[in-house]
Each structure stands twice: as structure tokens, then as C-alpha cells.
């Protein structure tokens, strides 16, 4: 069965940086769109990035320009880095893969199990 593991979050000061990793199995990681998402306590799931199989790049506008994305199809593993953070970038962070390039998260038919980014001020 297809499996998404996030790893790679932590606790960070505010205006450090992280490396978020989510290595898939069971799909063929190549031709799927892979997607971060995050969600804050008591709030919505909301989407980050997203990047194609030939790794045309989407990012919400909060973290465009601190955030990119990539992908190695190699290794079947999606990477979030994830620079001048913020406190309000305190969340669970998850994959997800999908096969539309998309902001909503019904697109998306596998799904990870997430990793706690907190961000300390």
C-alpha cells in the first residue's frame, strides 16, 4: 500500500531554519504531484507548496520566498525547506500526493502522518 512518512520537524527560534523530508512507497513517485500542507491547533488544514513530477513549482503566498520545495525521484522522497521561520509557521506539516497541482486538499488522495514544526519567538 502506499505509505507517505514525514520526518525532519522540530523546535526552532524564530528566523531559523529546517529541512522537512517524506519518503514514499508503493506509488510511482515519479508521476505523482506531491504537495506540503499544514495545520495549526484549531485551524484548518491549509495548503504550503506543491511541485509537479518535471518540478514546476506552487507555493502559498505566506511562504513564498522562505519556502521551497523539491523532489528527488530517485529516492521517492519530497523535501520542504523551510527558512526564516516565524511563529505563526507553528504547525503540523504533512505530504500528501495527488495528481493535480492543487491548493485543495481533496485533490490529494494519499496523505502522510505529519511532523510538528514549532517555532518559538
Known amino acids: 500500500q502506499v505509505q507517505l512518512v514525514e520526518s525532519g520537524g522540530g523546535l526552532v527560534q524564530a528566523g531559523g531554519s529546517l529541512r522537512i523530508s517524506c519518503a514514499a512507497s508503493?506509488?510511482?513517485?515519479?508521476?505523482?504531484?506531491m504537495g506540503w500542507f499544514r495545520q495549526a491547533p484549531g485551524k484548518e488544514r491549509e495548503f504550503v507548496a506543491a511541485?509537479?513530477?518535471?518540478?514546476?513549482?506552487n507555493y502559498a503566498d505566506s511562504v513564498k520566498a522562505r519556502f521551497t520545495i523539491s523532489r528527488d525521484n530517485a529516492r521517492n522522497t519530497v523535501y520542504l525547506q523551510v527558512n526564516s521561520l516565524k511563529p505563526e509557521d507553528t504547525a503540523v506539516y504533512y505530504c500528501?500526493?495527488?495528481?493535480?497541482?492543487?491548493?485543495?486538499?481533496?485533490?490529494?488522495?494519499?496523505w502522510g502522518q505529519g511532523t510538528q514544526v514549532t517555532v518559538s519567538s
Open positions: 500528501a500526493g495527488g495528481t493535480i497541482s492543487s491548493f485543495a486538499t481533496k485533490t490529494y488522495a494519499y
Open positions: 508503493g506509488l510511482t513517485f515519479s508521476s505523482y504531484v
Open positions: 511541485i509537479t513530477y518535471s518540478g514546476r513549482t
